[in-house]
T-cell receptor, first 114, second 114 residues
């Protein structure tokens, strides 16, 4: 599959569970992003990785833990989440500092915390 | 940081009419302004963008205008069709730290009635 892929597409987890979201980009990009999309809110940037180094963490609670093992893969590890964390989690990638700024989004993981 | 305001939050038009969505931004350093379309249950996809050195850009039925002095930009869709129904997000890009960032508006739910 081309572009940006995310797995799983849907996830239901209890507040005591531990799970991970996976993102993979096949575009040769060097920057990757995690966004949270909740109803009636703008897209919230959570984390940014550039060349596998985390360059931004927007005051995200520690129950969300990102990991970027290489420029093609990005994970979001989840533990002891709250019901208000239920949302669509979108991954995106871009080619940093190339003069092009477009971000390509994955299909998202719909997360429900019970 | 940057603050992007988007109006209206909902817009209903009859098929064949035009639709206009407006956004304002706060930081004059922002240099790139994309528009994303997100259909129900799908990922945001770039439909048109404009750089700060251009005042207008058109692609078939869609166009974007930028007024740098007033710090606002608009999306124009002519001859609307039911398949144009979606949520549209504007964004402003600016460099912050080591990486450029996109700041998103809250989105506009466009409904085109046949």
């Amino acid at each position: 599959e081309t572009g940006v892929t995310q797995t799983p597409r849907h996830l239901v987890m209890g507040m005591t569970n531990k799970k991970s979201l996976k993102c993979e980009q096949h575009l040769g990009h060097n920057a990757m992003y995690w966004y949270k999309q909740s109803a009636k809110k703008p897209l919230e940037l959570m984390f940014v990785y550039s060349l596998e180094e985390r360059v931004e963490n927007n005051s995200v609670p520690s129950r969300f833990s990102p990991e970027c093992p290489n420029s093609s893969h990005l994970f979001l590890h989840l533990h002891t989440l709250q019901p208000e964390d239920s949302a669509l989690y979108l991954c995106a990638s871009s080619q940093d500092r190339s003069g092009t700024y477009e971000q390509y989004f994955g299909p998202g993981t719909r997360l429900t915390v019970t | 940081g940057e603050n992007v305001e988007q109006h209206p939050s909902t817009l209903s038009v009859q098929e064949g009419d035009s639709a206009v969505i407006k956004c304002t931004y706060s930081d004059s350093a922002s240099n790139y302004f994309p528009w994303y379309k997100q259909e129900l249950g799908k990922r945001p996809q770039l439909i048109i963008d404009i750089r700060s050195n251009v005042g207008e850009k058109k692609d078939q039925r869609i166009a974007v205008t930028l007024n740098k002095t007033a710090k606002h930009f608009s999306l124009h869709i002519t001859e609307t069709q039911p398949e144009d129904s979606a949520v549209y997000f504007c964004a402003a890009h600016r460099w912050g730290g080591a990486l450029g960032r996109l700041y998103f508006g809250r989105g506009t739910q466009l409904t085109v009635w046949p």
